[in-house]
């Protein structure tokens, strides 16, 4: 098959619809598929791929410099290009202009249109519209989410949980729930002792992990609080933030105001294949708290690196840890979520426990299994609008000159 992908955002810019981009698109390709991504320019050239990637103009967002919004310009003449060109099914990521660009597409060309639902923006947007009522916020946002929904022809759902909120806010459009999963053999030999030697930290000196976007709705400054309470017991713990986003100045000020300028080390983004599995490894415990999350790849990740892991269950979150053995479920509470984390860092055996145990747990999520279940609905979508092109061709030639 052909698979057109488009989103409005991607890598550099590294956050988790970026990640379950990459990995949908390169085991699409190890099973023998053709894949193309559409994405906005970023102004940096692309690495090697096994898959073809096309980037249109955009224009920063003077609200999220991080982020691109594909030129309006733009989209008018990518879509006669991607039209002449021959797709068996359009996956659009993103609800802004690539949304309009793919069902605009799927429209003219009548290949069939699949959604990914990756974000939970009923509680997103209100971690950055907090002086919006609530009700309003809520109202908007659903609406937005139905008529998003409904202008394509599946939804891609990646948890129950998800799944459920969709069907509470009255969307009708067909969805098939599979997680992005994770490529286990790329989470296998990080180094717990270079990491530490590189940063400088002991072997036997406690390390707490995160590792996130930067971003209000990761509840990064829960965590801060929690490693705040951990210090009064363990003095040298080191707590190490792993990733990049807007609220890093925010949080590092946070961090500073917290007293905790000897123990929060937040080191940015880190090279998937070396320095983040190092520090996977190098975790005693592994914390995790976002609420908003609609997947939660991070622990899967840190499941499969052996990390054990302290998190809330909630959204995607949940899914994940549901009878997970690698795992403690903690509270939305700091003081009893640090005190399941004290006690993980006070027992090495119960630590080595969830770490023997992550990596089976890790293994419900390989992406190879998970990755079928959508190979299986492209079929089934393209063969239905290939029959309905055949019914047509049909009814035009009996109706005749």
Known sequence: MNILMLSDVYFPRVNGVSTSMQ????????????????????????EQTEFEIIRLPSRVIFFDPEDRLIKRSAMR??????????????????????????????????????????????????NYLPWLPSRVLRFA?????????????????????????????GIATPATIVPTGIRLDEFIGGNRLEFRRTHQ??????????????????????????????????PDLV???????????????????????AHA????NLDRRTALLDCYSAADVFLFASSTETQGLVLIEAMATGAPIVSTAVMGTATVLKGARSALIGEDNVDAFAALAARLLRSPAERKQLSAAGP????????????KRVVDLYGR?????????????????????
């Open 23 to 46: 990995t949908f698109c390169r085991e699409l390709v190890r099973t023998g598929h053709a894949v193309t991504i559409v994405a906005p320019d970023y102004g940096a050239a692309d």
């Open 239 to 261: 707590f190490v933030i792993a990733g990049e986003g807007p609220d890093a100045a925010r949080l590092k000020h946070m961090a500073k105001a917290l007293g905790l300028e």
């Open 77 to 126: 003449a990518a879509l006669q290009n991607l039209a002449s060109r021959s797709w068996d099914v359009i996956h659009i990521h993103t609800p802004f202009r690539a949304h309009q660009l793919g069902v605009q597409l799927g429209r003219l060309t009548g290949r069939p249109t699949v959604e990914s639902y990756h974000t939970y923006f009923e509680e997103y947007a209100a």
């Open 360 to 371: 089976e747990d890790a293994a419900a999520w390989s992406v190879e299994a998970l990755m």
């Open 201 to 234: 930290i002991r072997e036997d000196q406690p390390l707490v992990l995160t590792v996130s976007r930067l971003a209000v709705e990761k509840n990064i400054d829960f965590l801060l609080m929690v490693a705040r309470v951990l210090a009064r017991e363990f």
């Open 265 to 268: 080390r937040f080191l940015g």
């Open 381 to 401: 979508l393209a063969a239905a609008a290939d029959d309905r092109r055949v019914q047509n061709a049909s009814r035009i030639t009996a109706l005749g000159p």
């Open 141 to 169: 946002v659903r609406r937005f989410s139905r008529r998003l929904c409904a202008s394509v022809d599946h939804l891609i759902i990646p948890s129950q949980e998800m799944a459920a909120v969709l069907r509470d806010y």
